[in-house]
């Protein structure tokens, strides 16, 4: 049966770098207590967790100005609590960005996660030697009244939370029950009041919400199981409901009381023209009546003008679900207007689409200039489109053509506007593809003009977007003139596009083997790991990411040298590509050559270990991945690296509790396979 291995008794002095540990700890607290908005829910626990901080901060400071050096036990403290702190600052993002209705219903599970972090600031503070550091009286006097605190805290729950909880579960129940029914079964008044309580108060803040709720129930789709998403669901329908009727209620009497100030320059008008507009009638961004329904891409409807001026204000999303448009159409829905036309006949309204409408009642000025215009930008958008289209068209023609024939600036010249029109959306790279510039601009990347090369390389990177055009590219021949580019191109920024170039043509399975057997594609993305901006390092990184999926090219990023440069970057910070380092040694760790290879680095181990601690969410993956995958299999010796360094069991058991599931996973498994290591040299103290 395997044991959980205990935590070591002795620590290294050299544990972590001390200095930047407590600038790491001062920086993380300011960012905590420095947080202005704090959320409506959870406001008591954040508030309270926000002042323990601020104490530590003072704590962090003063030892920093004593510049002394510091105990063992107290760097393992203050690791630790560099850890808390930090999911401290998750926590509060997490309730400050996220729905508040959705964390008003999970507030106990909230409260929970504070209270264990609460917990784990007290077990850090367990081994801090206050006796041991050179700190000022009132400082050690409060840093122990903390401990006390948090060592008795019990679990806090704010009794009005758990109260408007309980009143919005009955106001979900009653709205569940109402589907069937009339909506009257559900008390609005109490509604509002809840929904005030947590901050909505406005049409945008109605929006706002439901656009977070959406995205909780597309995160919780993968992992929180069908009764979690239609709870959520619910939510939003409630979140809706209640705006309709909310606004609706509020127009109503804000009219009621301007009527009564303003007689006197209105036309008078019958009590039956103050109508309650029906919910489907209304434009949802504007809440008014529709006077010229349309359909937008995502099949919701609203009133021209307003999605108009949305769309024209440089929005791409639906503003009801949130989702991104596809096109830009504006689609008349005719049956609604219909049916719109026909309630405004019924109640006296007028049907001129220029009229203005309110929410629930409507004036009419003597005077016409206060009529609402119409936006000049409201216009047609499928014409616009296909305008658009046609000029793209008609211009990749004429550049394409300037290729063919132009001299040499005029061919860089054309080749400079191609790479500019290929930048953005499929449609143009679709256009500039279908007027055959792909031919044309594989010839130019051998061109002596550095900028006409450049110019050439990158157009062909923007097309390559364009998943029809993958194919086009290298039945044109250009792989190999890419490569040439890639090693020896005039200009660094041709040599990086052409590496990115590789990366997107190595999207589609086969490309990857095809790529792979040109053999001297893998050297020279290496050699851009070794010499290029930290751009191009990138390039080359994610490039050999995508090719090293396949077995064989595995050996030829080993054999051409790859593992050295990769590790050399781990220790170069200006690099600044530590995680995809990382992923391509994880990866080579697939092949019998590249485990070889990778466990004769002596200075791999201690990194990684570094890495479990401070590296990304992403880089711990890798990092335990590797340290896994080095240990398994006759990696004895890297085991017992691993048992002598004094920092990989905190650093594996911080991992265990705190990591992704994945990383939790993986440390749970090298914990006990140490554990597995250390009992048989136990056992066996003469081998």
Not at 5 to 20: A, E, N, R, V, Y
Not at 36 to 54: C, D, F
Not at 463 to 484: H, P, Q, T, W
Request: glycine share 4%; proline share 4%.
């Amino acid at each position: 049966m395997d044991v959980t291995l205990p935590p070591p008794l002795m620590i290294s002095q050299g544990f972590l770098p001390t200095d930047s540990l407590l600038e790491s700890l001062i920086q993380i607290s300011n960012e905590v207590t420095t947080i202005e908005k704090i959320p409506i829910t959870q406001s008591k626990n954040v508030s309270t967790m926000i002042r323990r901080i601020k104490l530590l901060s003072s704590l962090f400071e003063e030892i920093q100005e004593t510049n002394t050096q510091l105990p063992p036990s107290s760097i393992l403290c203050l690791t630790e609590l560099y850890s808390v702190i930090r999911r401290v600052k998750s926590l509060i993002q997490a309730c400050e960005q996220g729905s508040c209705l959705w964390n008003l219903v999970r507030a106990e599970s909230i409260s929970n996660q504070f209270h264990v972090i609460v917990k784990e600031m007290s077990r850090a503070l367990d081994i801090l030697p206050l006796s041991l550091l050179k700190i000022g009286a009132d400082t050690r006097e409060q840093v122990e009244l903390l401990h006390r605190q948090v060592k008795r805290v019990d679990l806090m729950t704010d009794s009005k939370e758990v109260q408007r909880r309980e009143e919005l579960l009955q106001v979900m129940m009653a709205s569940t029950k109402s589907k069937s029914r009339s909506k009257a079964v559900i008390d609005f008044e109490k509604l509002k009041v809840i929904m005030t309580r947590i901050g909505l108060k406005t049409p945008f803040d109605y929006e706002e919400e439901i656009s977070k709720l959406e995205a909780e129930a597309e995160k919780q789709a993968g992992t929180g199981g069908l009764i979690v998403v239609s709870n959520i669901n619910n939510l939003i329908s409630l979140v809706s409901l209640s705006k309709s009727i909310v606004f609706s209620k509020q127009d109503h009497a804000i009219a009621q009381e301007e009527d009564k100030n303003s007689q006197s320059r209105r036309y008078s008008f019958s009590q039956s023209m103050v109508i309650n507009i029906p919910d489907e009638y209304r434009c949802p961004i504007s809440l008014d009546l529709m006077r010229d329904p349309v359909i937008v891409a995502s099949g919701h409807t609203y009133d021209r003008v307003s999605i108009a001026q949305w769309i024209n204000s440089g929005h791409h999303t639906c503003p009801k679900s949130g989702k991104r448009l596809i096109h830009m159409a504006l689609i008349p829905n005719y049956a609604l207007k219909s049916l719109i036309h026909q309630y405004c006949d019924e109640n006296n309204l007028p049907v001129d689409e220029n009229a203005p409408a309110t929410s629930s009642t409507h004036s009419f000025e003597k005077n016409p200039s206060v009529k609402r215009k119409l936006p000049e930008k409201a216009i047609d958008h499928i014409s616009a489109t296909k305008s658009a289209m046609d000029a793209v068209k008609m211009t990749a023609e004429f550049l394409v053509g300037k290729l063919a024939m132009g001299s040499v600036d005029i061919q860089r010249q054309a080749a400079y506007e191609l790479r500019l029109l290929a930048k953005t959306g499929m449609d143009n790279r679709r256009l500039i593809s279908e007027a055959g510039a792909i031919p044309f601009l594989v010839t130019l990347l051998s061109s002596h003009d550095p900028r006409i090369q450049e110019h050439a390389v990158t157009t062909l990177l923007n097309l390559s977007i364009f998943e029809n055009n993958k194919v086009l590219i290298v039945a044109a021949g250009a792989l190999d003139s890419i490569v040439d580019v890639l090693g020896s191109g005039k200009t660094m920024e041709a040599r990086e596009n052409a590496a990115a170039a590789i990366f997107s043509l190595s999207l589609i399975d086969d490309y990857k083997v095809v790529i792979g057997s040109r053999p001297k594609a893998i050297p020279y993305l290496i050699g851009l790991l070794k010499d290029g901006t930290t751009t191009g390092k990138r390039d080359a990184a994610t490039a050999l990411i995508n090719l090293a999926v396949y077995s064989v090219n595995k050996v030829n990023v080993v054999v051409s040298g790859a593992i050295p440069v990769l590790i050399d970057l781990l220790m170069d910070d200006k690099a600044g590509i530590t995680d995809d380092a990382l992923a391509v040694l994880s990866l080579l760790l697939g092949c019998c050559e590249g485990r070889d290879e990778i466990r004769k680095s002596k200075v791999l181990v201690p990194i990684l270990i570094d890495l479990l601690r401070f590296g990304s969410p992403k880089g711990k993956e890798n990092s335990i991945t590797l340290l896994l995958g080095l240990c398994k299999d006759g990696g004895d010796e890297v085991a017992r690296r691993l048992l002598m360094n004094p920092r990989s069991i905190p650093s594996l058991q911080s991992l265990a509790a705190d990591g992704s599931m994945k990383a939790q996973r993986k440390a749970d498994a090298l914990l006990r396979l140490l554990n597995r290591c250390c009992s048989q040299s136990y056992r066996n103290p003469f081998e």
